[in-house]
């Protein structure tokens, strides 16, 4: 073998040795892992190896579980659940108040034939009295279908806010037990 040869093996083992220790350790799965389904970033400290660390994530899950109470993916399914039920209230309220001036000039026109009755014109009684229900009716109708949506838009903020801070009070323990195996843990 030529010394030319020899050189050149030599360089293209070099160059495959080096580029062998700067691949990289692992390659992503394509799976998220559970800190990041929870926008929780997590970064090992000390070296741990994937695996290491999404069992460290398994544990500390359960930990904060178990602390606090409260379960992020169950949560989360309560709070969809909360925003579809807050929908179906508001619906509900608009649902009501369809019919509500018919009601009305159902009603006023049967008082206004009582009070014409008296008067001596029944039936002009009945038309002033229907006309009156009417409005009186539709206005009623707004003014209960404005308050029944806006009390299910109040619930449905109150239950938001009440599952971000449950969520919130889990992000913090989950951090903590974490932070306790040597991660570095944003959120």
């Known amino acids: 073998m030529s010394i030319r040869i020899l050189l050149a093996l030599m360089a293209a083992a070099s160059v495959y040795t080096a580029h062998a220790q700067t691949a990289p350790v692992a390659a992503p799965t394509g799976q998220k892992s559970l800190s990041a389904t929870m926008n929780v970033y997590v970064f090992p400290n000390s070296g741990q ?7 460290d994530e398994g544990e500390c899950y359960n930990w904060a579980v178990q602390n606090t109470g409260s379960d992020p993916f169950q949560i989360e399914k309560e709070s969809e659940q909360q925003q579809q039920q807050t929908a179906q209230q508001q619906e509900a309220a608009k649902e009501a108040g369809k019919g509500s001036g018919a009601r009305g000039a159902v009603g006023g026109a049967a008082a206004g034939a ?5 008067a001596g014109d ?13 409005v009186g009716g539709r206005g009623r109708a707004r003014r209960q279908q404005t308050e029944a949506t806006e009390q299910a838009e109040q619930q449905g903020q109150a239950a938001a806010q009440a599952s971000a ?3 919130d009070n889990f992000k913090k323990a989950f951090s903590v037990c974490l932070e306790a195996k040597k991660y570095m843990v944003k959120y």
């Open 165 to 167: 801070g449950q969520l």
């Open 114 to 118: 009582l009070i014409g009755a008296i």
């Open 122 to 134: 029944a039936g002009k009684g009945a038309v002033i009295g229907a006309g009156v229900g009417l």
């Open 49 to 55: 190896a994937p695996a290491q660390q999404s069992k």
